[in-house]
């Protein structure tokens, strides 16, 4: 799997928006974004994912570059419980085989 | 409903015992995964099996052994514990088609002492 470069902490204030950043400068044509995240003591969950357009769920927003080597995602108005480490993963859509490869992640701190 | 449950959720036990971990998937997915996280946070890949089948092996040692009985159950089996296997093994599970989403379980913390 492609490699991801990610900050390692980042902090926010309660219901202002959280911009999270990930380079992927070695980023293929068919490897899509994906972002999970792990809350304390829990395991990880899905977030979002994309592969060229922006794209929005009910969590987050996900905007990716015009060249793909960076995407960012947006968490609209954060909450104390959107306090959690960040992954940006790519993962290649060839083949069945979905090994997914997380990195160390941002550690998101969000202050009241 | 718990879409993926792992028992048990905590473990301890002394070195050079033999422990399994069991996971159980309710979603309809074919592949399942473990991995682990150890006290460093750092999330591996173990396993993966399709339909029952191994088909990611990363370098683990082969005290590790997981057993897939139907594609809704995967266990992991642990020969001769040691001191280094203490760590948090997380259970998931996937489609085999479509966006790959991974369904995480809660976690097993495996304390050996």
């Known amino acids: 799997d492609a490699k991801t470069t990610q900050p390692n902490s980042m902090e926010s204030n309660e219901e202002e928006p959280v911009h999270l950043p990930c380079n992927h400068s070695?980023?293929?044509?068919?490897?899509?974004i994906h972002w999970y995240r792990q809350l304390p003591s829990q395991g990880p969950e899905y977030v979002i994912h994309?592969?060229?357009s922006n794209v929005n769920n009910r969590m987050a927003s996900l905007a990716i570059a015009e060249d793909r080597k960076s995407s960012t995602l947006i968490l609209h108005r954060a909450t104390l419980r959107d306090a959690a480490v960040y992954y940006c993963?790519?993962?290649?859509?060839?083949?069945?085989?979905?090994?997914?490869?997380f990195g160390k992640g941002t550690l998101l701190t969000v202050n009241p | 409903d718990t879409a993926v449950s792992q028992t048990p959720k905590y473990l301890v036990t002394q070195m050079g015992n033999d422990k399994s971990i069991k996971c159980e998937q309710n979603l309809g997915h074919d592949t399942m995964y473990w991995y682990k996280q150890d006290s460093k946070k750092f999330l591996k890949i173990m396993f993966s099996y399709n339909n029952k089948e191994l088909i990611i092996n990363e370098t683990v040692p082969n005290r590790f052994s997981p057993k897939s009985p139907d594609k809704a159950h995967l266990n992991l089996h642990i020969n001769s514990l040691e001191l280094g296997d203490s760590a948090v093994y997380f259970c998931?599970?996937?489609?085999?088609?479509?966006?790959?989403?991974?369904?995480f379980g809660e976690g097993s913390r495996l304390t050996v002492l």
């Open positions: 993963i790519l993962r290649n859509s060839g083949g069945s085989n979905y090994k997914l490869t």
């Open positions: 994309g592969l060229t």
């Open positions: 070695t980023i293929s044509g068919t490897d899509y």
């Open positions: 998931a599970s996937s489609r085999t088609t479509g966006t790959g989403e991974l369904f």
